[in-house]
């Protein structure tokens, strides 16, 4: 009954008037993000970050937490209508909502895209508002062997679940966790890593600089060179009448679906560092696999875009469950609104819920607001948004780079960063041609600064024996399954070795 | 690709081994009652950077990891001129920062952007290479009281008359 007095008081604080315009920028915003191809919510989050130093803390969360609340939701509709995903987070929806509207029924996939996100959202709201205090209140024993667990369990889930090349996932995070040692060793006070004596790098690298250098610029070079100007849209005709029925039919088919999606996308979520993009992935499968009959999946069945949809939005509510009780970002957009907790002053971690209630609350407040708005917004501004679709990406481009050069400079006001950010970017656009997964350094960057201190504290008070990871009782069940998830593609690849050996043999 | 692969594994090679002989600066080891020393977590990062740089040599070697089995090239002709004229453009962009402020240099690019590479009219481009940076320069400098670099002394007289507008 506690928890229910708390989250009306933070419904309350997200119903502020302040509050309420911007969580409808924010997930209006988020929409747009999430339909435009090449930007998802990480490049919304990333770029915009800068400008919410306008507003207070708790404000500027619950506006960043709308857009990646909206982006999940505005994914489908390029999915849809397009046919190539908005987000990452939207791939899954390709997969039945593309031929659907081919068939002359993208009004049924948008609507059943906009219901089942609606629900998983509401189910993942209710999940956490559940498990987050729970969650708090245990992690409030823990100590720096367990926080560092923690953190191997986020670049094991990268390693394991991440599907990108094993090396090159592994030297991202790496490279990402210098890059935050960069500036002052923390303990000693000696500088560190300050490259060719370059007094630009004594303040060390901003996760800013980083995040801003390869979502700003680095993808959107990327995008141009991939896309070559090549998007065509299909129709959409929508009307009030049409949207009843529609939902009706979307329902019936797909509620299946949209349960499968809204549990397992929340646990999906939860993992460290997995998000919203294998969750949706996985909840296809998973719906396709349970389905009476699963041949009609792939050919334009409302289940296969209820699932992914409902995954999606699940699990980015379920990413910030170990963003706000750990201080472990679940996904690569939470690693940055994490990384703006640290500047606006505020330590994530369990303790968070009782020293800072009315935030932590009225964001969670905030996360229902939201998911009626963006449902509203979304049902309502469809033909608008692919309208918007059709912008030729060479206005949206040079905004876009405008936003970055400005939010690289705000964030430490210093021209030294705004270049680092452009080599970033550079840097990016090649790594990402070939196939380097980039987002594990950006939440590396993110995670550094809590990484190194914890393990040197750890490995302190066990006099340098490695073991204590082991020996704790909350440590060592999560340092084995980080290391199970390291694993896991070497055991893949050797049960497949041994499989081809034995078909050869028959 | 392929070509590009290897050389790429092996600039992230020295980059690692830079990063490791760096790191020296600092204690890499374990420091009696103090604990592990401050290069040792970069130290360390590094060399495990360098052994992945060694493994992605591998698997270009045995062919299997896609692009070292990709025949495309790494930039053809429309990549390389779309590296050239957009990251060529962001570099002026940021160049001019310095010599006629943030805002003078927005307009720069946007027109660069809007007029040259989008093809844009002349009416659309002024409209948006003009609002923008009032945009911007309203919301940095009235509202965030956040002010973006002015360029050389130049630019003074202007600046002083909109902050008179401002303050």
């Known amino acids: 009954m506690e928890i229910l007095g708390l989250l009306t008081d933070g419904v309350l604080v997200s119903l502020m008037p302040i509050n309420i315009i911007l969580i409808l920028i924010g997930v209006t915003l988020g929409l747009f993000i999430g339909a435009m191809p090449g930007l998802g919510s990480v490049n919304g989050v990333a770029i915009l970050l800068p400008i919410t130093f306008l507003v207070p803390p708790g404000s500027a969360i619950i506006f960043l937490a709308a857009i990646y609340y909206g982006a999940m939701y505005g994914g489908a509709i390029s999915s849809i209508t397009l046919g190539i995903p908005g987000a990452s987070t939207a791939v899954a929806t ?39 205090p729970l969650l708090a209140t245990v992690a409030l024993a823990f100590g720096p062997p367990e926080i560092f667990a923690l953190m191997l369990l986020a670049f094991a889930t990268f390693v394991g ?16 966790l210098v890059f935050a040692a960069v500036g002052f060793d923390e303990i000693s006070g000696a500088p560190r890593l300050v490259f060719f004596d370059i007094t630009g790098f004594l303040h060390g690298i901003n996760f800013l600089v980083l995040a801003i250098g390869v979502y700003g610029i680095g993808e959107m070079i990327w995008t141009i060179e991939s896309t070559r100007g090549e998007i065509t849209t299909t129709e959409a005709r929508m009307s009030l009448k ?19 999606g809204s549990f397992l996308g929340f646990f999906v979520g939860i993992l460290p560092a997995a998000g919203a993009t294998p969750g949706s992935l996985m909840s296809y499968g998973v719906a396709k696999l349970m389905a009476k009959n699963p041949k009609e999946f792939g050919k334009g069945h409302p289940g296969g875009v209820a699932a992914p949809e409902a995954a999606n939005n699940s699990a980015s509510t379920g990413a910030m469950l170990p963003m706000l009780t750990l201080g472990i970002p679940g996904s690569p957009t939470t690693a940055i609104l994490l990384g703006g907790m640290v500047i606006w002053g505020l330590t994530p971690g369990p303790r968070l819920f009782t020293d800072q209630p009315e935030f932590v609350w009225g964001l969670i407040g905030s996360f229902y607001i939201s998911n009626i708005f963006a449902l509203i917004v979304n049902l309502a501004f469809i033909p608008l948004f692919i309208w918007m679709l059709r912008m030729p990406f060479t206005v949206l481009a040079p905004l876009i780079f405008v936003l970055s050069v400005v939010g690289g400079y705000a964030a430490t006001q210093d021209m030294h960063d705004v270049w680092l950010m452009l080599g970033f970017g550079f840097g990016a656009f090649f790594l990402r041609k070939l196939d380097y997964p980039l987002a594990p350094a950006v939440l590396a960057i993110v995670l550094g600064p809590i990484a190194e201190p914890t393990l040197r504290q750890s490995l302190l008070l066990s006099s340098g024996d490695a073991t204590i990871f ?13 290391i199970i998830l390291i694993l896991l593609p070497l055991f893949k690849l050797i049960a497949g070795k041994m499989r081809r050996a034995g078909t050869t043999q028959a | 690709m392929r070509l590009a692969e290897i050389v790429t594994a092996g600039v992230l090679a020295l980059l690692s081994i830079y990063l490791m002989w760096k790191s020296t600066e600092l204690n890499v080891g374990y420091i009696p009652d103090e604990g592990p020393g401050g290069g040792f977590w970069p130290f360390w990062l590094s060399g495990i950077m360098l052994i992945c740089t060694g493994l992605i040599a591998f698997n270009w070697f045995r062919r299997t990891s896609p692009p070292s089995q990709s025949t495309d090239v790494l930039l053809d002709g429309y990549g390389k001129r779309t590296l050239v004229l957009v990251g060529g453009g962001l570099l ?31 009416t659309l481009t002024a409209i948006l290479s003009i609002s923008i940076p009032v ?19 130049f630019t003074e007289p202007f600046y002083n008359f909109l902050n008179t507008i401002i303050y």
């Open chain 1, 94 to 132: 390709t997969f039945d909502g593309r031929p659907l509207a081919l068939s002359g029924r993208a009004s049924l996939a948008l609507v059943t895209a906009a219901i089942a996100s609606f629900i998983g959202g509401t189910v993942s709201n209710v999940l956490f508002t559940i498990f987050a």
């Open chain 2, 92 to 122: 002026g962009f940021i160049a001019l920062i310095n010599i006629i402020s943030m805002y003078g240099a927005m307009v720069v690019f946007l027109i660069y952007y809007l007029r040259f590479l989008g093809r844009h009219s002349w």
């Open chain 1, 161 to 176: 679940l991440g599907g990108d090349d094993i090396p090159k996932t592994i030297l991202s995070i790496c490279l990402g």
């Open chain 1, 242 to 260: 049409g949207i009843i029925t529609d939902s009706k039919e979307g329902m019936r088919r797909g509620w299946k679906g949209t349960a499968i």
């Open chain 1, 470 to 482: 082991f020996t704790r009782p909350i440590a060592g069940p999560i340092t084995i399954i980080a």
């Open chain 2, 135 to 153: 945009v911007f320069f309203i919301f940095f400098e009235a509202l965030m009281r956040i002010t973006l670099p002015k360029g050389m002394k």
